[in-house]
């Protein structure tokens, strides 16, 4: 059947209508991903900037034999409800650590109590209206300032929120990401390079293909329970530990660095390994020293993007007691301790406002180091990827 | 390719040829969600405050505290458990057939539950009859027991104003469910015509009651955002937010620390912790944090605990039970009998 030129331009009109509708159509939805990308990053920021300032307060400091007994007679009696009870405590100790400061009085800067912290970045506080007098009055004469909060990239965790800081949770999954790595990418690539140079296509091969892929979907939680069963239970590890945190997020990490290194190393062109062995080596030489280098930047991009995706993982970590309240840093994969993003499940639930920002400003931290973590997948993949 | 490898699996060597010569020396605390807070305040204050490494404490629930603490003794077993309930003789009898025989328990003071709305509307009269048919799956109607019909607070009594029944509260795993269902609506039920003089806690699931899982400050929002609704919650969170929300006052009295500690206040529970004594020497911890929970100082009507939404025991409650503590009165089953 044969159309006549005005049927097929009327065709015509309609099929460009269509396409134009398909474009508006996918520019709509990523308008819309994006809008809700730039809502939720934009509600961090704010929430969370105010984290980054800390009230201090500029305040005689009395080293005496009085206060090394009672640290509040440290500072006079208008201001010790306002100065942070961290600091009071930690003031025999200083003293002890330095003898010179015994019966000195020293001006100087020193971290104010949460409520305070609240004041001066308006919003709501506890303080009575003699207190925010005394406050009123600090703040004209500048001797109480918002200051940056060092404190919030060196410490723990803690239940007063001035002195609450990721430092100890960042420790925490810098151990437990290099155990998850020492262990999930020698045998994911192993097992990659197995697969897809020596296996025998058969069944058997073809089962543990499909089991593999199947893992990768299962819910984050079960190997929660297959870490608590094995590594806690049988083997005997230390509960909380970055050791048993680490192995496994490794085994729920397993199956994405088996499945990205295998197509890495399946877009390395048979050509290769057939000029190869046409000069004569051996299945070892042909794998080290051609195939790997060459599928190095798939495998390396894979693994980061499955790092990555255990970085932020929180419901195995729950099941091997790593969601917990841990103030000290740990120095060693055995002894107890937190990963970034339990730090921010366990600060969401407390009740005081100022954990409501410290929530807000560990989720920006966070977003930062897997945003670096992913450009940098992004970058050696540019860098080293061949063409073919 | 191959240094890489090497490295990775070096570093993993290494670390744990460290790490396992050490013995453990941090305490360790298991348990209840509501004790938590109050629990790692005295841990962090004995971490700054002495060469103890602060004690390590996870929030596992009541239930699964005392779960893990009668599995056993020894280096892999806690030290001690929270809960926001007594020790139930079944747990007990667990504790003893696994080895865990020595165990005082510690009373640390009161917690209250609120129920309560936005500030907007100003403070309500309930009364825990009321509370019961607004939240329960199945009420009694002319005598029988029929589907909660109930949809608007005005249906259950006309003096309550015409508004839908929404309640947030926490899911049933958690400890201030299990404390809510028994001193409101089983305490309720048993005087109630229809429910045969028997408690009746089940909880209605047609949407007028939501489970808002266990983060207390999203009750809050809710309650923020809908102020028709009302959310069930620990007093810590009532104190903290006063600004947002108020708590209704039940059977005619008002959720504040005067009331709760007095027990006048109806919907209060007590706040415990057990401690295996059997880990007394091998975590000498142990002991400075006893001491520590049970000072003046943060158990007292000054203490810091109560800044932090702790209601104390009477003063001569807490010097009897100080001093049970400080000699590890070893508890009994006829103890949790009583």
Redesign the interface.
Known sequence: MSHSFDDISAQLKGRHRRTKRLKFMSMGALALAATFLVVFIGDMVMRGYPAFQQAELHVPVTYSEQSQEIPLAAVEEDVRDLVS??WL??L??DMAADASLMGQTIDRWVIADDQVDQYLKGH?SHLKPKQTAVLDRMIENGTAELKFNINFFTTGD???PEYAGIWSAAMGTI?TL??T???A??VGVLTAVYLEEFAPDNRFTQAIEININNLAAVPSILFGLLGLAIF?NFF?M????P?VGGLTLGLMTLPVIIITTRSALRSVPDTIRQAAFGVGCSRWQVVRDHV??LS?PGILTGSIIGLAQAMGETAPLIIV?M??????APT?????ATVLPAQIFTW??????AY?ERTAAGILVLLSVLILLNAAAVMLRKKFERRW | MKAFLKSGLAVAVIAASVGAAEAREQLRIVGSSTVYPFSSYVAEELGATSDFPTPVIESTGSGGGMKLFCEGVGDSTPDITNASRRMKTSEFERCEENGVTDITEAMIGFDGIAFAQSVRDGSMDLTREQITLAVAAQVPVDGKLVDNPYTKWSEIDSSLPDRKITVYGPPSTSGTRDAFEELVMEVSTEEMEGYGGEGYTNIRQDGHYIAAGENDNLIIQKLVENTEAFGIFGYSFLEENADKVVGASIDGVQPEADAISSGEYPVSRSLFYYVKNQHKDDVPAQQAYNDLFMSEKMIGELGYLKGIGLIPLPKEERATLREQVAERTKLTLADLQK
């Open positions: 009870r961290g405590r930690q025999p100790r709501k803690s239940k007063l151990l290099l155990v790595l020492a262990f990418f020698p806690i005997g230390p509960r909380s530990s050791l790997l280098p190095l007691g969601v917990a309240f841990i103030p000290d060693a994969i055995t002894q107890a969401a639930g407390e009740p005081e406002q409501v």
